[in-house]
């Protein structure tokens, strides 16, 4: 029985530096860094106090006034970037085949803000030992389980198919998209709106990655903050956003003249069974991960024309991943360009992956690949072709994306442009 295919039909994007799928992909491809000083709340106790923002209006994007008041705000992202995503790609829906669209978000944060804000407020901001649960929100128990943000996404579309949330930390995006495929490889459903959000720049998580020091303290200089691959590269800078894609069986969306944006023929994921946040610096777990997508693709390592790198600029995953790609795609490492978004959007955790699959098809749409901003100094240990400052004008018919993230997960992926699969 031959496998059924899988296409993107749809894209819609949240991102810092614009909102929608065509301000988000001119922002990357400028090389024009989202990160500043967080103006969400008073930022001066932390020791990071740079973040990559989304100047997003609720009600501009199409929520109710009730929605933006009571939905978490990586709700309401997941909510705008799905409207986007269904308009661009048409998708029918009918109370007839209602059953036959799933949906399957990623987050790693799920509700964060307002279960922060939630809990102050039962709490009287901290004082209280025994909460008063008078004073929260009749909304209280959607915001402590994440999986309301895909029930909401289902709410909205009507799709009655499968409904799941992937949370795996900052591979849930790209994991989410990869499930959503194997819904629709073995044929449970015709289509999966799938995606990722995630909105954690809030005082819990900045206090978390401060005590870790995984995040970047270059406050003095927040635009130049995020500087993956760079010799003076001193920890990643928090983002936020959404992305989401509407996916279809390739000869269903073919039959009914949807535009085919690009496919996805491979994805796999490995897990390092490590350390929490640590990694071995051979990179073997992501380099198997991308050799079992490109097996899956039926595609050798010398097919890559992009790679859509995790890039955090934190040492440890920058050598890791230099390593990965080395390891997978042998000689052909030194050849293929590759670059991180993260360098532009910050890493918005659990909704980057996603971000990322959406830039991978936009490149291979457009024929050109996103530059790493803010790589001046490039670290001598890290001897691929990161593509510095300037996007690049290059055809891309196969890109990888991949993912990596706390617990030891690794995620790979493959698109291809659908006339070359």
């Not at 760079?230 to 949807?258: I, M, P, Q, S, Y």
């Not at 990596?404 to 070359?420: D, K, P």
Request: glycine share 10%; with cysteine; net charge negative.
């Amino acid at each position: 029985m031959n496998r059924r295919r899988v296409a993107v039909t749809g894209i819609g994007v949240i991102a810092p530096g614009g909102t929608g799928t065509d301000a988000f992909w001119k922002r990357i491809v400028s090389g024009a860094p989202a990160t500043r000083l967080i103006t969400t709340f008073d930022p001066a106790p932390f020791r990071s106090r740079v973040a990559a923002e989304c100047d997003f209006e609720p009600e501009q994007a199409g929520l109710t006034p009730h929605d933006a008041a009571h939905l978490d705000r990586a709700t309401q992202f997941a909510l705008a970037a799905t409207r986007e995503a269904l308009t661009d790609s048409a998708l029918p829906r009918t109370p007839d085949t209602a059953h036959r669209i799933g949906v399957s978000l990623g987050s790693a944060v799920g509700c964060t803000r307002k279960l922060e804000s939630q809990y102050l407020a039962i709490s009287d901001n901290g004082r209280r030992w025994l909460v008063d649960h008078t004073r929260g929100s009749d909304r209280l128990y959607d915001y402590f389980v994440p999986s309301s943000m895909a029930a909401e996404v289902a709410w909205l579309t009507g799709a009655e198919g499968p409904a799941t949330l992937v949370s795996a930390g900052c591979t849930s995006g790209i994991d989410a998209v990869g499930y959503a495929c194997e819904l629709i490889r073995e044929g449970t459903v015709d289509a999966v709106i799938t995606g990722g959000s995630d909105a954690p720049i809030a005082p819990i998580t900045v206090a978390c990655f401060d005590a870790i020091k995984a995040t970047s303290p270059r406050n003095d200089d927040p635009e130049h903050a995020s500087r993956p691959f760079d010799r003076t590269r001193n920890g990643f800078v928090l983002g936020e956003g959404a992305a989401v894609l509407v996916l279809e069986d390739l000869e269903t969306a073919r039959r009914r003249g949807a535009r085919v944006r690009a496919e996805i023929t491979g994805f796999a994921s490995r897990g390092n069974a490590y350390h929490m946040t640590g990694l071995r610096p051979d990179g073997r777990e992501m380099a198997a991960a991308i050799t079992a997508a490109l097996n899956e693709s039926r595609l050798p390592p010398a097919a890559v024309d992009y790679v859509n790198a995790h890039g955090t600029a934190t040492r440890q995953n920058d050598r890791h991943e230099t390593a990965a790609i080395k390891r997978s795609l042998g000689a052909h490492a030194h050849r293929v360009p590759i670059s991180s978004i993260k360098s532009v959007i910050g890493h918005s955790l659990g909704a980057v992956g996603s971000i990322e699959v959406a830039a991978s098809v936009l490149a291979i749409e457009h024929g050109i690949v996103p530059p790493t901003a803010n790589l001046c100094d490039p670290d001598p240990e890290l001897d691929l072709d990161y593509v510095p400052l300037t996007a690049r004008e290059h055809r891309v018919d196969v890109a990888l994306t991949v993912g990596s993230g706390f617990g030891g997960f690794q995620s790979a992926m493959v698109l291809t442009r659908a006339e070359a699969a």
